[in-house]
């Protein structure tokens, strides 16, 4: 069996210590594409509103959610009764260009289904939990009857009771009542309950970490100038016949300027969940620059007043812009530097250890034996 020698683990000790630092110094996962799941109950009560559930599909499928669908976003189609059934329906990935063949083949799909007896959305639950864990963003969207109370989310008390309120009449129009929740790294973040044809009501997500930090403002390149002081100007000496007098100027101070700004917010309560998406501040506009007042050159009044110049200091907004890759974090610049010196030594430390390896190597007793043995010479 071959040991690794002192070198061999030296060196691959190296290696590791320098993929770590590599790994480490990479910045935070990506945004992922978004995800969409699709339910749709198999009651018997939703036979007779399988028109009006095709109907909105197709508003969704035209429109993309009203842009909310994303190229790239995954599509996922399942059904349920007293059961979750999934993987009937092939995931698709969403492209506008697609979108009239994956809702012929949806609706072809949905007409097969056998409807009968009553469902639980309960039967969810289990299957659904373990897709929301995984998913850093979730949009959920549940086709039914209403006939079922749910009890598996944190809006359990206000969907029911929209459901009860409304469950005669959406039976009377032959409407589906479809539910909405947005899940964001394994959590609820919001839920709606719509009444088809009036549309789909979608909040927003709240943003991630590296939405946040792509919003950031720039720090300003040129730090701000102090204003200069004020100074105030001495005393003139007037000399009228033979009294000397000194007459101090009234210099006007300009008064100080106050700025108050109220906040107010307003919340409104929408059933059973408030979103209120991040706003923007808006650029400040930059004020006019004040021309200095200077005093005139000669005063014709025995008391003369002089004016400080006045500046003002003018502090552009920032405003944020989102970084981009070419403003990416100076780390970056610095793990290749880092990776292209420990490169280098690596190399370096291999081929001195493997001349060293390759010297010959013996012991005193060993050179002795082999060295040239000559007679001793005769007296």
Known sequence: MNHPTRSQTTTRSFFAVLAALIFFALPGRAVEPGRWLLIFDTSSAMKKRLPATEAELMKIFKTSLDGYLKTGDEVAVWTFDQQTRSGQFPMATWQPADAPTLFTNLTTFLRKQKYSGETSLAALQPTLG?????????????????????????????????????FAERKKVSQPIVLLFRTQEGKFTACTVNFPPGGINLPQFPLLPEEIKAL?????????????????????????????????????????????????TTSNVVAPVVTNPPVLSQPVPIPAKVAPISAPPHATSPTLATNPLVEMTVTK???????????????????????????????????????????????????????????????
């Open 130 to 166: 373990k897709v929301i864990e995984n998913s850093q963003r979730l949009t959920v969207i549940i086709f039914c009857d209403g006939q079922s109370e749910i009890n598996w989310t944190p809006y359990n008390d206000g969907i029911n009771q929209t459901l009860k309120q409304n």
């Open 216 to 264: 950031a403002p720039k720090p300003p390149t040129n730090p701000p100038v102090a204003p200069k002081p004020v100074v105030t100007p001495a005393p003139s000496l007037i000399i009228v016949g033979k009294n000397v007098s000194t007459n101090i100027a009234q210099i006007p101070t300009a008064p100080e300027e106050s700025n108050s700004s109220v906040a107010s």
């Open 317 to 379: 907004t920032n405003e944020i812009v989102a970084e981009t890759k070419s403003d990416a974090d100076p780390r970056y610049r610095l793990l290749v530097l880092l990776a292209t010196g420990a490169l280098f030594l690596a190399g370096t430390l291999v081929i001195l250890l493997v001349m060293r390896e390759r010297r010959p190597r013996g012991s005193l007793i060993t050179d002795s034996m082999n060295a040239p043995k000559n007679p001793p010479r005769k007296k």
